[in-house]
């Protein structure tokens, strides 16, 4: 069974045709990547999955459970993450403070009261920072970070809620190149050694054909597409409505 079953999914917003009918499904472990032009459809696919959006028709299941209808509170804690494309941590705490609470709020939504958070949680914060690769940043401000590190913090805060899927939106946007390499490089090997199913889109096709699995393509609400990086980059349908003719001999 699949971590994410995506079957049917449609969206309108109006008269227009956010998604239609899209599906599609991501296995534990795996590397997924949603691609595609301005107005696609993306965000309206990943807004739906999270519960910021109810689709209009078509279903989303979690490990075959049902995610249709729950609010995204529910959905987090049923086991999916999420880190977004302009990075959301609390500037004035540490950085493991900010672990530490994401693990303090998990662990009250599943029932359990700790008296604080300086006492909560102390060393699974620091092995999540450990895994991502800041264990050694762990007392400094997030405002002082620069924001490749937050980046990471941003990850160690999703990875708090023990996820099976996580969502990543534009994961490596404003990020300089030698850095994308390197978060998306982290992502696949936490992915594939904690056998979470992660979907992310990204605008930046180096990222994409170096580090998914595989590649589904939207393009006016409708997938066109989907395969290895190699099958996608020489379709020819991909490469008139977005990749052009960069990656098209690739």
Partial sequence: MSVLAVNGLSKAFGGVRAVSGVSFAVDAGEL???IGPNGAGKSTCFNMINGQLAPDSGSIELEGKSLVGKAPREICRSGVGRTFQVTATFGSMTVRENVQLALLS???????????????????????LQQVGMREQADRQCALLAYGDLKRVELAVALASRPRLLLM???????????????MQLAAGLARGEKIAVLFTEHDMDVVFGHADRVIV????ELIAEGSPTEVRANAQVRSVYLGGEYGDA
Avoid: I, V
């Fill in 218 to 221: 939207l393009a006016d609400g």
């Fill in 106 to 128: 998990h662990a009250r939504a599943q029932g359990s009261l700790f008296s604080s958070m300086e006492e909560s949680f102390l060393d699974e914060a620091h092995k999540l």
């Fill in 32 to 34: 997924l990547a949603m």
């Fill in 169 to 183: 939106d534009e994961p490596t946007a404003g990020m300089a190149p030698a850095e994308r390499g390197a978060l």
